[in-house]
Nanobody
Framework: QLQASGGGLVHAGGSLRLSCAASEFPREAITIGWFRQAPGSEREGISAFRTWDAVSNYADPVRGRFTVAKGAAGNAVYLQMDNLRPEDTGLYYC????????????????????WGQGTLVTVSS
């Protein structure tokens, strides 16, 4: 079971760190994706991390501001969000893929089999 946490209310320019954790990942080689859905908008993929080769991918709106990495304990993946903007407001989800997703599809929600509940991020101007 995946659990996303770490959301909250911050001012523009601030930072948050989201966590995606599970009691145990189903296998060593997985991909964790981060998605968000703003009010009135469709869900979008924003970042993803492949554990077997440490490859990450970012959507253009967050590249350079967000960083995804695996935790040292091995059962969590973190999304460090810096220089937050009001347009980053939304419900953030993490998802897990147990296959070997290709780089070009890492931000595609259809690639992911397991989803956690979202955590709300609100950025005030």
């Amino acid at each position: 079971q995946l659990q996303a946490s770490g959301g909250g209310l911050v001012h523009a320019g601030g930072s948050l760190r989201l966590s995606c954790a599970a009691s145990e990942f189903p296998r060593e080689a997985i991909t964790i994706g981060w998605f968000r859905q703003a009010p009135g908008s469709e869900r979008e993929g924003i970042s993803a991390f492949r554990t077997w080769d440490a490859v990450s991918n970012y959507a253009d709106p967050v590249r350079g501001r967000f960083t995804v990495a695996k935790g040292a304990a091995g059962n969590a993946v973190y999304l460090q969000m810096d220089n937050l903007r009001p347009e980053d407001t939304g419900l953030y989800y993490c998802a897990l893929d147990v296959g070997h997703v290709t780089y070009t599809r890492m931000l595609d929600a259809d690639e992911y089999q397991f989803w956690g509940q979202g955590t709300l991020v609100t950025v005030s101007s």
